[in-house]
């Protein structure tokens, strides 16, 4: 049923498009004898609405049904390929690069077929070191023409794996990289295997609003949902990273594609040309860095525009051959994208210049309106948001796209016409920052556009007051103004970098500890709230009074067909010096620094942090109204820049949820939470078979009443789905 309303709905959006756009050429556009001005912003904004009705089109078409999960086992093979992983790095700095290098070195796959090449185009020696330490391969060009394209095809030439494997330098693979994605290379025509670039760290959007919890990563959307929507018609992009290509399909397009600042789209459509298939694999099998402040977003932005403009200009794909229509259309609307900012503004201006000038941009009555304009607005919002799921709305699309909108215009602008923009480099990743710092020059043209909008609506207001009818002119470009004003002001805010204070990142892993004193006495027992390289924060059962601990990690139980297969054992030990304490509830909160990490310590480390179980968790936990979310955040903002920061201070938040059950009468053991929320886990990720098995175990296991009435409404809620 959900899937007919679905396809009714998105189908009304198409009809009722059509006819408004139809109506919209036909009847609405300003003469040229009314007003000059007028006419020309008549025309451009006719013309922006129809390439959005067409961006609508091939956005409905892609998803039409929801798409699915792509698997192939690797039993598929007769026999395993020889692989290669190229890792690229220019400039990135060694601690990012030493994750990457490290989880390469824990893949899954006979060591005998797999060879691992850290790809260095900054001939640096410290990275030829660690690549020694790691018995990773090490390779330098001596010279560097075609960036990371030209890196990559000097890789190819010194290795000769039949499957090749690239990896950006902060992009952490999985151990089961390969095990998830090898399979689908039993069939001889596939050419490159794409799985989603996904983020362990919060991007601007959700960093400088402060609310990662609430709002998903700005590139989960298209990596996830339209990337695989695009897979049903062998329309896979390739996006440079956390892919796998056949060698032999490489070679046949000559290697990676030159000529461009991005390599990546015209190498996976070349590909494609050459009668080679694609495949995009949804699960999250690499973590890297968003970029980590507002001017980085938007220099990545920026390259990724005039990266695929340029490939347009050097491979059109409406005439490159052996592309199919699907495959030529979705190209073309992949380049057509990048001109929203263009868009964006066209959309923002119109309104300010009928309500601040009197200049008309279009003609026609309220009536009108309401039977054209207000049943496309009201299908098209409800489609949207019932086919991008819960990785996009709408709304959030618009604050995007207001964000970005004038430096996108400039480069798509800038590149269509061959003007030069600034020099080309990496993004920037693992940046600290100890203040605030507020992007004056790419906030100020949100602030003149929200000033005008805020100007436009004011003087409509003063000079007809509540007068209904006076104002039936101006509705349709009041709207439009307050609309653009929500995208605007949040644009303001966004652009505001908070301080970024901490090297590494944490993260929310729940494992049984032990602590114990230097001479081996256990102190005692308890749970990490949250770990990451340089330290640990701890819900403990007993006080620790002595600064200088060991901290024992154990791993939870192996659960397999419901049957409880191991106990806790010993992952790692680590000693730690103890730089907080508070008590919670009887219990004790203690935040731990890792001190005199051995590089063996440090490998466990990355594994513990970067291959643990509980995969894909999406930081989406639910959606708050955005005035309430925009008015914490800007209260939440200034408190930040004034606030003088305490030296024993907590910034990192705990989820008491879970650890309210350990302080009931029949508490949990330490493990028994460690389960619970990995099953919690696994049911945000729609493992529902599995997070089933843990709490039926668990459910036999507990005591308390109160728990087992937790628990038997989450196997409900399951049996249910």
Not at 143 to 163: P, R
Request: proline share 3%; with cysteine.
């Amino acid at each position: 049923m959900k899937i007919i309303i679905r396809h009714i709905i998105i189908l009304m959006a198409l009809i009722s498009m059509t006819i408004y756009l139809v109506w919209r050429l036909m009847f609405t556009l300003v003469p040229f004898s009314i007003s000059y001005i007028g006419c020309i912003v008549s025309i451009l904004l006719v013309a922006s609405e129809t390439l959005g009705v067409w961006n609508s089109f091939i956005f409905y078409i892609i998803l039409w049904d929801p798409p699915k999960k792509a698997n192939a086992s690797i039993d598929l093979l007769d026999k395993l390929p020889t692989v290669d992983i190229f890792c690229t790095t220019y400039n990135e700095k060694l601690n990012v690069l030493m994750k990457t290098l490290i989880m390469c070195t824990k893949i899954k796959y006979p060591k005998e077929l797999l060879n691992i090449y850290v790809c260095d185009d900054g001939n640096r020696n410290e990275v030829r070191e660690l690549s020694n330490r790691l018995g990773i391969n090490y390779i330098a060009r001596p010279t560097h023409e075609h960036a990371k394209a030209g890196n990559l095809n000097y890789a190819l030439k010194h290795s000769n794996g039949e499957i090749v494997v690239t990896l950006d330098a902060d992009m952490v693979p999985k151990s089961d990289f390969l095990i998830k994605t090898i399979g689908f290379f039993a069939d001889e025509k596939m050419g490159f295997v794409q799985a989603p670039q996904a983020f362990f760290n919060p991007d601007p959007f959700q960093y400088n609003l402060m609310s990662h919890i609430e709002v998903p990563n700005e590139q989960d959307f298209f990596m996830r949902e339209l990337e695989a929507g695009r897979d049903k018609f062998n329309a896979t992009m390739y996006v440079g990273s956390n892919t796998l290509f056949r060698r032999a399909a490489l070679e046949k397009i000559g290697g990676f594609s030159v000529g461009c600042i991005t390599e990546d789209v015209a190498t996976g459509m070349l590909i494609q040309a050459a009668g080679f298939k694609s495949r995009f694999v949804k699960s999250v099998i690499a973590k890297g860095l968003s970029p980590e402040g507002w001017m980085e977003l938007l220099h990545q932005r920026t390259r990724w525009c005039r990266g695929n403009i340029q490939a347009a200009k050097l491979w059109n794909p409406l005439t490159t051959k052996g592309l199919t229509v699907m495959q030529r259309i979705l190209y073309t609307n992949g380049i057509l994208y990048w001109y929203y900012g263009v868009q964006k503004l066209i959309y923002i201006i119109a309104p300010i210049l009928f309500l601040l000038f009197s200049i008309p941009t279009f003609i026609c009555s309220s009536y009108q309106l309401i039977y054209f304009w207000l049943p496309q607005m009201i299908f098209s919002y409800l489609a949207f948001n019932i086919a991008a799921g819960k990785y996009r709305t709408m709304f959030w699309s618009h604050i995007y796209e207001v964000s970005t909108a004038p430096t996108i215009c400039l480069a798509a602008i800038s590149e269509t016409f061959g003007l030069k923009l600034d020099k080309f480099r990496v993004t920037q990743k693992g940046v600290i920052a100890s203040s605030a710092k507020y992007n004056f020059s790419k906030g100020l043209p949100h602030i003149i556009l929200f000033l005008l909008s805020v100007a436009g609506v004011a003087r409509v207001l003063i000079l007809y007051g509540l007068n209904l009818k006076a104002l039936s002119i101006y509705w349709i470009a009041l709207f439009w103004a307050l609309y653009n004003m929500v995208g605007l002001y949040t644009a303001i805010v966004v652009v505001l970098d908070r301080p970024r204070r901490r090297a590494t990142e944490r993260f929310n892993i729940i494992l049984p500890i032990t602590i114990k004193s230097p001479i081996g006495e256990e102190l005692s027992k308890g749970v990490s709230l949250n770990i990451s390289e340089t330290g640990v924060r701890t819900y403990l059962e007993r006080e620790v009074t002595c600064n200088e601990v060991t901290v024992v990690f154990n791993r939870t139980s192996d659960i397999v067909n419901g049957n409880d297969k191991s106990k806790a054992t010993n992952l790692m030990s680590i000693n730690a010096d103890v730089v907080y304490r508070k008590k919670e509830n009887g219990n004790y909160i203690v935040a731990l620094k890792f001190t005199n990490v051995s590089f063996e310590q440090y490998v466990k480390l990355i594994s513990l942090l970067y291959d643990t179980r509980d995969i894909d968790e999406s930081y989406v936990s639910g959606r708050k109204p955005w005035i309430l979310l925009v008015y914490q955040s800007t209260v939440s903002i200034l408190k930040s820049i004034f606030k003088k920061k305490s030296k024993n201070e907590v910034v990192y938040p705990v989820d008491y949820n879970y650890l309210e059950l350990l302080t009931t009468n029949n508490k949990l053991s330490y493990e028994e939470v460690a389960l619970l929320n990995r099953a919690n886990k696994l049911m945000l990720a729609g493992e529902l078979n599995e997070a089933l098995i843990i709490l039926k175990l668990l459910e036999g296991r507990v005591n308390s009443e109160f728990i087992k009435e937790v628990l038997h409404k989450k196997i409900n809620r399951i049996n249910v789905a």
